[in-house]
């Protein structure tokens, strides 16, 4: 326990519970922490005891205990969204909400992972817009994609490996520090990436060539990967190809633009293996608790019910009076 940093703002005195990393020690309230999930209440069971109390000896990154712990026992360390927090606070949580099964972290963790993450178009020009000019918007995204991998948290993937090649493209170096696992990843989506270029410009009418050859030129993989997330930004046509067109042509050209961006757009989730977006949605919603519920039955009227009793009953009436007359 000497060679332990005792971590001061985790350390209650009258806590019953140690927990133990690599560097940090902390002393907790056992109970409270068993409350967070059923995996927590078992390793805390089946854990060793130290003078007759409970400890628990985990092998996860010390850092990212402590911030799990702060967000469990300090509750407003760790807000939700809209809230911004910074990605070291995030990654730990997210990791270890997710190893140890503590829902009530996981989702918010997730959401914050989720932002600045757009699944449509639409999302990405707003994204764009609004933080673009910060050029602090994308900074984290690399590093999403990574845990994202990690954890398996598929609809996360697309879009960062974007920004991925832009690195890699203009940091080579770079790609040699990730594992080899992550490089073969890479390179594996490099390739799905000339298809689904080639495949877009496929879609594109080739009446006028003049204007083809400019986006075709534009969008060829000639072009340098980095330039690729300028490539579907709503600037370009704005700022680029709006100018190599004559006013009469600029409508066509702008929808076939359009299209263009879309056709690449709707290819990314193929980077990561995926067909479409469609899944990765539905299994971001199911993550972050925004799934859309099934519309609920009519409530059935007790008009038709009414409306038959009566005709019964005037039916009977009409019969019984002629009886009568007879």
Known sequence: MEDRRRVSDLWFPDADLLIETRDRIFRVPGSILAETSET???????????????????????????????????????????ARINFRLLNGVLRLSTEFNISHLRQPALRHLSLGLPTTLKDFDEIWERD??????????????????????????PFPL???FSILDEHPDYLMELSSEVRVCFMEARKRLRVILSNALDTLDLTDAASIIALRTAYSTQWRYAALIVCITPDLWDEGFAKLYSWRSRGVMKARFQLLRQGIWDGLPQLSGFSSWDALK???????????????PAKRTRF????????????????FWGWLRS
């Open 162 to 164: 974007l920004i991925l």
């Open 282 to 296: 539905a299994a971001r919603d199911a993550d972050l608790g925004t799934e859309k519920m099934p519309p609920m």
């Open 304 to 319: 038709p019910d009414v409306f038959l009793v009566c005709s019964v009953y005037f039916l009977c009436g009409c019969i």
């Open 40 to 82: 927590v209440r078992w390793m805390i069971g089946v854990g060793p005891n130290m003078y007759g109390e409970p400890k628990l000896v985990l092998s996860s990154n010390p850092a990212h205990v402590e911030y799990l712990l702060r967000a469990i026992f300090y509750p407003w360390y760790f807000p939700a969204p809209p």
């Open 132 to 157: 673009s000019t910060s050029g602090q918007w994308a900074a984290d995204l690399p590093l999403k994609w990574l845990v994202a991998r990690d954890l398996r948290i598929y609809w996360a993937l």
